[in-house]
C-alpha cells in the first residue's frame, strides 16, 4: 500500500501548484519548478507499483528461492570490496545465484564460501550471487550510494540495488605469493618495519625486523620471515637506491628521502626478464584495481600492448613498478600500498599485441616490481630531472604499426607536450597517455605532431577519402529512426511535422513510435499519424514492453486493439504488404505472442511484419514462428573498450536464418542519472568516428539486410538523440542534454542512408565540415558531482573528430584551443581528429586560398580539465547548421 498512499499524496500536493488538472506526465523541464521533483518521485512510485522485475527487460530473471537452509557461519577471509555494476544483458557473477526474503551480506557470504566461490554479491535487495570472475561489461567501480536497496533480511544492511552489487571478495590471497622485502636506502632514513600476518587462513607469522644505517651511502640490511606453521619461511637481503618498497609483507615504513622514491627489493616472486633491455622484475601477481588505481603516476593505452612493451615504458621513465590492465593499458608508478589485494584469477585477457602473454583484466592489474637493469644499476638514481627537453618526434603515412613499440624517448622536464595523431583510412596503432608529472613523451602512429599546450602549433598532414564501394541489391532498403513518445507530452501537429519534415531531408523514412503506458500517449501518437499523412513519411509502432503492462491475455487485447488502430492509417509503414509493428523488449510476456497476438490480429484481417527487439538468447529465434524478424537494439554501440565490430550482425543473422535482420546504427550513448531518479550511469564508446562507422558496415550487408533503424531521434536520457532538442526532457537529463545539440549529423544521415537505400554514395555538391567533443578529459575528477563518474568512462578517448565532405581536392584545418593542425584531402568523405585542449573548436575548409566553408563554436562549447558535473555526451557543429 505505500506507493499508493504516497502517489495519493503526491496528487494532494499537486492541487496546491496546478490550476488545471492534467494528466502524470514524464517529469521533464517543461514542468512548473514548485512541482518538477514530485512529479519525478511520483512517477518512480508508480513505476515501481506497475513496473514487472528490473532484469526483464534485458532477459534476466530472478534467481530461485535458496532451496535449504545451509550453516551460517562466516569463513575468515572476506573483505567488502565495494558497490559495482552489474552487467548488461548477462549477470556479473554466473557461479550460483538465489533470491531470499532473508537475504543478509553474511547469509550471501556464506552460501558463496560453501560452494568454493571467491565472490559474493548482493543485488535488488533479495538477491545473491556467487563467482570467481566478471563476465560481460559489468564490475565498474560505483559510489556506495548506489548501491542503497535496504536487505530483506536486514534493512539496516544495504544489499545492492537494481542494476548494481555490492561486492564481496575472499581475500585468501590478500597478498602475493612473496616474501617480505629487505631493503636498504641510499639517503637519510630511519626505518622500522613490521611484517604483519600473511594471507594463508592457516598460515600466521609475526616477525619484528630493525635496520640501522650507518651512513647516507648504500648500507645492506636484513629482514628475516620465519612462520609458526610450516607453510613458508625467507631471508632476503638488498641495497636499494632510494625508500624501501612495499611487496608480499605488509611493511610499514617510515622514510625520510631527498631523492625521488625508487626502490628494488628480493623476495620469492617469480622473475620476468625484459626482452627489450634484459632488465629483470619480480611479478608480483594479479592486482584487484579501482577508481583510486594502484598505479597513477602515468598511463599509456597501445594497441600492441605487451608484456615487456609495458616494463620497459616504466622503466625508461623512471618508474619501478609496472602494471598491465585490460589488455592494453599500461600504469606506472613508484609506490605500491601493502594493502593491495590479489586474485590471480582476474588477470585473464590476452595481451592487445601478444596472446601468448596476459595483460590484466577487468580492473584487475598484472603487477610488476623492477629488480635491475642492464641500462640502469639499482644503486644509480632511476629518476632524472632536466630543465631541457629532447624529442623524438615521426611523422609516417601509408604503412601500418601495429607492431611498433610506442617509446622512442623519455626524459623529464618542466615542459610537456601532447601527441596527437589523426587516422584516415588507414588502420594504425591507437595511443592514448597521461602521466601525473611534466614528461615528454614521442609516439610513432600514422600521422603526428608534437604540440606545445601553451602555444598554437600547426602542422599539414595529407589523408584519403573514404572508399564509395556498395554492393548491389535488388531489394527496396529502408531507413528508420526510433522516437521516444514518452518525450512528447506538449507536442502539437505541428511539432511533429516539423520533426518529419527533418528527418525526410535527411533520408529518414520513418519514425519507430516507442509507445508506452502513460495515458496521454496514445493522443501524441495520433497526431503523429495525423502530421504524417500527405508527406510520404511513414510510421510505425514499438510497443515498449519494459512498461506496457503483457501478463495477461487481456493485456494481449489492448495490445491487438492498439495496433488495429493505426493498421490502415495512410502513413503506417508496410514491408511485405503487411503492417510493420516492433517492441523494445518482449521476451518474459506471461501471454503468447502467436496465439494472443499474431493470430488475433491475423483473425481481424490484419496481417502483420513483427520485428521486435527482444533480449533474449539468439538460438530461440529460429523457434519464435511469431516474430519475422528481429532489431538488433545493441548492436548500436560496441559493448567495451574496442571500437565496434560485425559479430553480433554475424551471430543474429546466423540464427534468425531466413527471417528478417535489422541491424542499429547510433551516434553516440551516454547517460547520467543517481539513484534518486532513474539510477543509470554508464556511456558506451562512441569514439573513432562510431556513427561513421556503424553507417559503413551496415551498408557493407545491404545485400543481406532491406531495414536499419537509427538509435535515436529523441532519446535525450541516453544522449542518443540526433533530432532537435525539442519536447519534455526526462528530468535531470538537461545537465547533459541542453546546449549538446546533435543536429549537425543531418548531413552525414543523408550521406549514408541515401547509400544504403539506393546503393551508391551520393554525389557531395557543398563543401562542410562537421565536427564533434566532449567538453572535459575522460578521466577528469568533476567537482561537484553526486552521481559519480560513469561506468564505462575509461572506454574513451579525448579527440575532436570531424568530418570533411569535400567537392574537390582541399585543405582542412581544426582547431581546438591552442591545437591546430591542417589536412590536405581529396574530394569525399574524409574522417580527422586532433587532442583536445582547453577553449573552444572550431574547423574549416579551404581551396585555392579562400575558405568555402567553416564552423566555429565559440562560446556555445568549452573543453576544460576541471569540469564542475560529469558530461560524457558529444556536442556537434557543423558548417551547415
Known amino acids: 500500500m505505500a506507493p499508493i498512499i504516497e502517489a495519493a499524496v503526491v496528487l494532494l500536493a499537486l492541487t496546491g501548484n496546478i490550476v488545471e488538472a492534467k494528466p502524470l506526465r514524464t517529469p521533464g523541464r517543461h514542468a512548473p519548478p514548485g512541482v518538477a521533483n514530485v512529479l519525478a518521485?511520483?512517477?518512480r512510485s508508480l513505476h515501481s507499483l506497475l513496473a514487472r522485475y528490473y532484469g526483464t527487460a534485458h532477459g534476466l530473471s530472478k534467481p530461485p528461492s535458496l532451496p535449504t537452509k545451509r550453516d551460517t557461519s562466516l569463513p575468515n577471509g572476506w573483505s567488502t570490496f565495494g558497490c559495482v555494476a552489474e552487467s548488461y544483458d548477462e549477470r556479473l557473477l554466473q557461479g550460483f545465484a538465489f533470491s531470499s526474503s532473508s537475504l543478509t551480506p553474511f547469509l550471501c557470504v556464506t552460501e558463496c564460501t560453501k560452494l568454493g566461490y571467491t565472490m559474493a554479491g548482493t543485488e535488488y535487495g533479495d538477491e545473491c550471487y556467487c563467482g570467481d570472475n566478471f563476465v560481460g561489461n559489468g564490475g565498474g567501480m560505483a559510489p556506495s550510494s548506489f548501491c542503497s536497496m535496504p536487505c530483506e533480511g536486514d534493512t539496516s544492511e544495504m544489499c545492492g540495488n537494481s542494476w548494481y552489487l555490492n561486492l564481496y571478495t575472499y581475500n585468501s590471497s590478500a597478498l602475493p605469493l612473496c616474501s617480505g622485502p629487505t631493503s636498504t636506502v641510499s639517503a637519510p632514513v630511519e626505518e622500522t618495519s613490521s611484517l604483519l600476518s600473511t594471507y594463508y587462513s592457516t598460515f600466521e607469522s609475526s616477525v619484528t625486523a630493525t635496520s640501522s644505517l650507518a651512513s647516507a651511502s648504500s648500507t645492506d640490511a636484513t629482514i628475516s620471515a620465519n612462520s609458526s606453521s610450516s607453510v613458508m619461511s625467507a631471508s632476503a637481503t638488498a641495497t636499494v637506491s632510494s625508500s624501501a618498497i612495499e611487496t608480499a609483507g605488509s611493511v610499514t615504513n617510515s622514510v625520510s628521502s631527498d631523492t625521488a622514491p625508487a626502490a628494488t627489493s628480493i623476495s620469492t616472486c617469480p622473475i620476468h626478464e625484459d626482452s627489450d633491455d634484459s632488465s629483470e622484475w619480480y611479478a608480483l601477481g594479479c592486482g584487484l584495481d579501482s577508481e583510486d588505481r594502484i598505479l597513477s603516476s602515468y598511463f599509456i593505452s597501445l594497441d600492441n600492448m605487451t608484456v615487456d612493451s609495458c616494463l620497459t615504458i616504466c622503466e625508461t621513465r623512471g618508474y619501478v613498478y609496472a602494471g598491465l590492465q585490460y589488455s592494453d593499458e599500461c600504469?606506472?608508478?613508484?609506490?605500491?600500498?601493502?594493502?593491495?589485494?590479489?586474485d590471480s584469477t582476474r588477470c585473464d585477457m590476452d595481451c592487445a599485441g601478444d596472446s601468448e602473454d596476459t595483460c590484466g583484466g577487468t580492473w584487475a592489474i598484472e603487477l610488476f616490481s623492477l629488480i635491475s637493469s642492464s641500462s640502469s644499476s639499482c644503486t644509480d638514481s632511476l629518476s632524472t630531472e632536466s630543465a631541457t627537453t629532447t624529442l623524438v618526434t615521426s611523422?609516417?603515412?601509408?604503412?601500418?604499426?601495429?607492431?611498433?613499440?610506442?617509446?622512442?624517448?623519455?626524459?623529464?622536464?618542466?615542459?610537456?607536450?601532447?601527441?596527437?595523431?589523426?587516422?584516415?583510412?588507414?588502420?594504425?596503432?591507437?595511443?592514448?597517455?597521461?602521466?601525473?608529472?611534466?614528461?615528454?613523451?614521442?609516439?610513432?602512429?600514422?600521422?603526428?605532431?608534437?604540440?606545445?599546450?601553451?602555444?598554437?602549433?600547426?602542422?599539414?598532414?595529407?589523408?584519403?577519402?573514404?572508399?564509395?564501394?556498395?554492393?548491389?541489391?535488388?531489394?527496396?532498403?529502408?531507413?528508420?529512426?526510433h522516437y521516444m513518445v514518452g518525450n512528447t507530452y506538449p507536442y502539437t501537429v505541428s511539432n511533429w511535422a516539423s520533426d518529419i519534415s527533418a528527418a525526410l531531408a535527411?533520408?529518414?523514412?520513418?519514425?519507430?513510435?516507442?509507445?508506452?503506458?502513460?495515458?496521454?500517449?496514445?493522443?501524441?501518437?495520433?497526431?503523429?499519424?495525423?502530421?504524417?499523412?500527405?508527406?510520404?513519411?511513414?510510421?510505425?509502432?514499438?510497443?515498449d514492453m519494459t512498461v506496457l503492462s503483457c501478463s495477461s491475455s487481456s493485456d494481449a487485447a489492448?495490445?491487438?486493439?492498439?495496433?488495429?488502430?493505426?493498421?490502415?492509417?495512410?502513413?503506417?509503414?508496410?514491408?511485405?504488404?503487411?503492417?510493420?509493428?516492433?517492441?523494445?523488449?518482449?521476451?518474459?510476456?506471461?501471454?503468447?505472442?502467436?496465439?494472443?497476438?499474431?493470430?488475433?490480429?491475423?483473425?481481424?484481417?490484419?496481417?502483420?511484419?513483427?520485428?521486435?527487439?527482444?533480449?533474449?538468447?539468439?538460438?530461440?529465434?529460429?523457434?519464435?514462428?511469431?516474430?519475422?524478424?528481429?532489431?538488433?537494439?545493441?548492436?548500436?554501440?560496441?559493448m567495451g573498450a574496442e571500437d565496434i565490430t560485425t559479430t553480433s550482425d554475424d551471430a543474429y543473422m546466423a540464427a534468425l536464418g531466413s527471417k528478417?535482420?535489422?541491424?542499429?546504427?547510433?551516434?553516440?550513448?551516454?547517460?547520467?542519472?543517481?539513484?534518486?531518479?532513474?539510477?543509470?550511469?554508464?556511456?558506451?564508446?562512441?569514439?573513432?568516428?562510431?556513427?561513421?562507422?556503424?553507417?559503413?558496415?551496415?551498408?557493407?550487408?545491404?545485400?543481406?539486410?532491406?531495414?536499419?533503424?537509427?538509435?535515436?531521434?529523441?532519446?535525450?536520457?541516453?544522449?542518443?538523440?540526433i533530432g532537435p532538442i525539442e519536447g519534455a526532457l526526462p528530468a535531470g537529463s538537461e545537465a547533459f542534454v541542453d546546449g549538446f545539440t546533435h543536429t549537425g549529423l543531418y548531413s552525414l544521415t543523408y550521406y549514408y542512408a541515401t547509400a544504403f537505400k539506393t546503393g551508391a554514395y551520393p554525389t557531395i555538391t557543398e563543401d562542410e565540415i562537421i565536427v564533434w567533443a566532449r567538453p572535459h578529459p575522460h578521466d577528469a575528477t568533476a567537482s561537484s558531482d553526486s552521481i559519480g563518474r560513469p561506468t564505462g568512462w575509461s572506454y574513451t578517448e579525448d579527440y575532436l573528430y570531424a568530418?570533411?565532405?569535400?567537392?574537390?581536392?582541399?585543405?582542412?584545418?581544426?582547431?581546438?584551443?591552442?591545437?591546430?593542425?591542417?589536412?590536405?584531402?581529396?574530394?569525399?568523405?574524409?574522417?580527422?581528429?586532433?587532442?583536445?585542449?582547453?577553449?573552444?573548436?572550431?574547423?574549416?575548409?579551404?581551396?585555392?586560398?579562400?575558405?568555402?566553408?567553416?564552423?566555429?563554436?565559440g562560446s556555445a562549447f568549452t573543453y576544460t580539465t576541471s569540469p564542475t558535473t560529469y558530461n560524457f555526451n558529444y556536442f556537434v557543429g557543423s558548417s551547415s547548421s
Open 558 to 638: 489492448k495490445l491487438v486493439s492498439i495496433v488495429e488502430g493505426y493498421a490502415t492509417a495512410t502513413a503506417q509503414a508496410t514491408y511485405e504488404g503487411k503492417v510493420l509493428v516492433s517492441t523494445f523488449a518482449g521476451s518474459d510476456c506471461a501471454f503468447s505472442w502467436q496465439t494472443d497476438f499474431v493470430d488475433v490480429l491475423s483473425s481481424a484481417g490484419i496481417n502483420i511484419f513483427f520485428v521486435p527487439s527482444i533480449f533474449s538468447d539468439v538460438s530461440t529465434f529460429s523457434s519464435n514462428t511469431w516474430m519475422d524478424g528481429e532489431l538488433n537494439w545493441n548492436s548500436g554501440w560496441p
Open 41 to 43: 518521485s511520483s512517477k
Open 331 to 342: 600504469y606506472c608508478g613508484n609506490s605500491l600500498s601493502s594493502s593491495t589485494s590479489y
Open 395 to 481: 611523422t609516417t603515412s601509408g604503412f601500418n604499426t601495429a607492431n611498433t613499440t610506442a617509446i622512442a624517448s623519455s626524459t623529464d622536464s618542466a615542459s610537456s607536450v601532447i601527441v596527437t595523431s589523426s587516422e584516415r583510412a588507414t588502420e594504425a596503432t591507437s595511443v592514448t597517455e597521461s602521466t601525473a608529472g611534466s614528461e615528454t613523451v614521442s609516439v610513432p602512429v600514422t600521422s603526428a605532431s608534437v604540440i606545445s599546450p601553451t602555444s598554437t602549433t600547426s602542422t599539414e598532414s595529407t589523408a584519403s577519402a573514404a572508399s564509395t564501394s556498395v554492393p548491389s541489391s535488388s531489394s527496396t532498403h529502408q531507413v528508420w529512426a
Open 506 to 543: 535527411a533520408g529518414i523514412d520513418g519514425f519507430a513510435l516507442n509507445m508506452g503506458s502513460d495515458d496521454w500517449q496514445p493522443a501524441r501518437v495520433a497526431d503523429a499519424y495525423s502530421a504524417a499523412a500527405s508527406t510520404g513519411f511513414k510510421l510505425f509502432l514499438s510497443l
Open 803 to 857: 568530418v570533411a565532405l569535400t567537392t574537390d581536392a582541399a585543405t582542412v584545418t581544426l582547431t581546438s584551443g591552442s591545437t591546430t593542425e591542417t589536412f590536405t584531402v581529396s574530394a569525399g568523405l574524409t574522417k580527422l581528429r586532433v587532442s583536445l585542449s582547453e577553449g573552444s573548436i572550431s574547423g574549416s575548409i579551404s581551396r585555392s586560398g579562400s575558405t568555402v566553408a567553416s564552423y566555429d563554436a
Open 660 to 721: 528478417e535482420y535489422m541491424p542499429a546504427v547510433s551516434p553516440f550513448f551516454y547517460t547520467h542519472f543517481g539513484p534518486n531518479s532513474w539510477n543509470k550511469n554508464w556511456l558506451y564508446r562512441s569514439d573513432d568516428w562510431l556513427y561513421c562507422t556503424r553507417w559503413e558496415q551496415i551498408i557493407a550487408m545491404r545485400d543481406s539486410v532491406q531495414m536499419t533503424e537509427i538509435l535515436t531521434w529523441n532519446d535525450f536520457g541516453e544522449s542518443s538523440y
